[in-house]
Structure formats: structure tokens, C-alpha cells
């Protein structure tokens, strides 16, 4: 009986994993697919003001990942009335790579500000 137990409870965490897999992959898509063309957009006017960088290097099939708050902000989770407490832990990032003749430029858009910062790699 207590295998059967182990058994029961074993396949319910894995049932709530895989529904928390698929609600974050889910979520992941529809951000990244909603603000692509603005992040696109932002990133490559930061980067040809930057360093001169062709808008054309940014394209449709940039790569763009997401990331759940900025790890570079140096504010720790109790400090939850710090006024970077959202930029860290809450607001969504997308880091888009964009590559030209012996350039490489990585961009941080930042999707709440509507704002993008482009960096040499």
C-alpha cells in the first residue's frame, strides 16, 4: 500500500511540473512573440547611434531569449522596498544578438520601459 502511495504522489508532482513547464514555455513565447518587432526596432536605432551598426543586422530571425528581472541590479529579495526591487526580481528583459562584419553587439530591451541598451561583445 505504501508504494501505491509513493507511486500516486510521485506522479502528482510530476503532473504539476510538467503544468508549470508548459505554462512557462507557453509564456516565454507569447512575450518574446507580442514584443519582438519593438525590441528589434529599439535595439537596432541604440546600436546604430552606438556604433554605427546597420538596422538591416537586426532582423526577424534575431535570436531573442527572456529573462525575469536583471541579475546585474545589486538589490537582494528582502529588500522588497528598494525602489529596483521590480527591475531585479519582477520586470521582463529580452537579449537579442546581432552580428556584422567583425562587429558582434548584444541588447538588453527592457519590455516595461520600452527602452534598449546595445553592448559590444
Given at each position: 500500500m505504501?508504494?501505491?502511495?509513493?507511486?500516486l504522489?510521485c506522479?502528482?508532482?510530476g503532473k504539476?511540473a510538467?503544468?508549470?513547464?508548459?505554462?512557462?514555455?507557453?509564456s516565454?513565447?507569447?512575450i518574446?512573440?507580442?514584443y519582438?518587432?519593438?525590441?528589434?526596432?529599439?535595439?537596432?536605432?541604440?546600436?546604430?547611434?552606438?556604433?554605427?551598426?546597420d538596422?538591416?543586422?537586426?532582423?526577424?530571425?534575431t535570436?531573442?531569449?527572456?529573462?525575469i528581472g536583471k541579475?546585474?541590479?545589486?538589490?537582494?529579495i528582502w529588500q522588497?522596498?528598494?525602489?529596483a526591487w521590480s527591475?531585479?526580481y519582477?520586470n521582463p528583459?529580452?537579449?537579442?544578438t546581432?552580428?556584422?562584419t567583425?562587429?558582434?553587439?548584444?541588447?538588453l530591451?527592457?519590455?516595461?520601459?520600452?527602452?534598449?541598451?546595445?553592448?559590444k561583445i
Amino acid at each position: 500500500m505504501r508504494i501505491v502511495a509513493l507511486l500516486l504522489a510521485c506522479l502528482a508532482v510530476g503532473k504539476i511540473a510538467v503544468i508549470q513547464w508548459l505554462y512557462r514555455s507557453a509564456s516565454d513565447e507569447v512575450i518574446v512573440s507580442a514584443y519582438r518587432p519593438r525590441a528589434v526596432d529599439a535595439c537596432g536605432r541604440d546600436a546604430q547611434r552606438q556604433f554605427g551598426l546597420d538596422v538591416a543586422a537586426w532582423s526577424k530571425d534575431t535570436p531573442i531569449t527572456l529573462e525575469i528581472g536583471k541579475s546585474s541590479s545589486a538589490v537582494h529579495i528582502w529588500q522588497v522596498n528598494d525602489p529596483a526591487w521590480s527591475e531585479r526580481y519582477r520586470n521582463p528583459y529580452l537579449h537579442l544578438t546581432a552580428q556584422a562584419t567583425g562587429l558582434q553587439v548584444a541588447c538588453l530591451y527592457d519590455v516595461v520601459s520600452g527602452t534598449a541598451s546595445a553592448r559590444k561583445i
